[in-house]
């Protein structure tokens, strides 16, 4: 009786650690931008003028939304008809996201690693970008296997649905680091990511 019981014990919880486990991220992700030149020069006030400031990132489940320092979109996904959407001028686009022509994911591990916020983080690397992340702060991959587009799919197969806490991204004449500085466990209404309320269609 007492092995039946210790048996008993021993599975539920091995059952509540493989459930801790496998617990997926839902929830808010405010990001903030900076800018330097490639020689280390903080030109974030000069940027910020004509570019990001911040990213308000809302994600649950198979679908995300985000917004500018303005509160305007800047990119939707619904799993849902597998469609994205984004902002560019003053005009919403949609995108079928099961397209990618880049060719196959390239992702490699990085050796660089960080702490942002409380999270300890690995890093990938990807053509002229860096980006920091942590299996505290991830979703369910397959949920997004079929989003191609930007090589999505591809990031969370490599992190096993590791989210992004900081991407440090490289161009001709500066780069730009993105970082989380606030993270927000929370459950979101499904009508947050609806592009008819989004933008008051009726």
Not at 6 to 22: E, R, T, V
Not at 53 to 60: A, F, L, P, S
Not at 142 to 157: I, M, P, R, V
Not at 172 to 195: C, E, G, H, R, W
Request: aromatic fraction near 18%.
């Amino acid at each position: 009786m007492k092995k039946l019981l210790f048996s008993a014990l021993f599975m539920g919880l091995m059952f509540l650690q493989n459930a801790k486990g496998q617990e997926y991220f839902e929830g808010y992700i405010h990001y903030t931008y900076e800018y330097f030149t490639l020689e280390g020069e903080n030109i974030t006030k000069q940027k910020q003028d004509v570019l990001f400031k911040e990213q308000h990132y809302y994600i649950k489940e198979g679908n995300y939304v985000a917004f500018d320092q303005e509160e305007a979109l800047i990119q939707l996904y619904n799993q849902k008809g597998n469609v994205y959407y984004y902002k560019n001028g003053d005009g919403v686009y949609k995108l079928d996201a099961g397209i990618w022509e880049q060719g196959k994911s390239n992702y490699s591990k990085g050796k660089k690693k960080a702490k942002i916020l409380k999270y300890r983080c690995e890093s990938v690397k990807k053509d002229k970008s860096v980006t920091f992340y942590s299996n505290k702060i991830k979703v369910n991959p397959a949920n997004f296997e079929s989003h191609k587009f930007g090589d999505w799919s591809g990031y969370l197969e490599f992190t096993n649905g590791a989210l992004a806490l900081r991407i440090v991204t490289y161009y001709d004449d500066y780069y730009q680091v993105m970082t989380a500085n606030k993270i927000v466990p929370m459950k979101l209404d499904d009508s947050k990511f609806d592009i008819k309320k989004i933008l008051n269609v009726k």
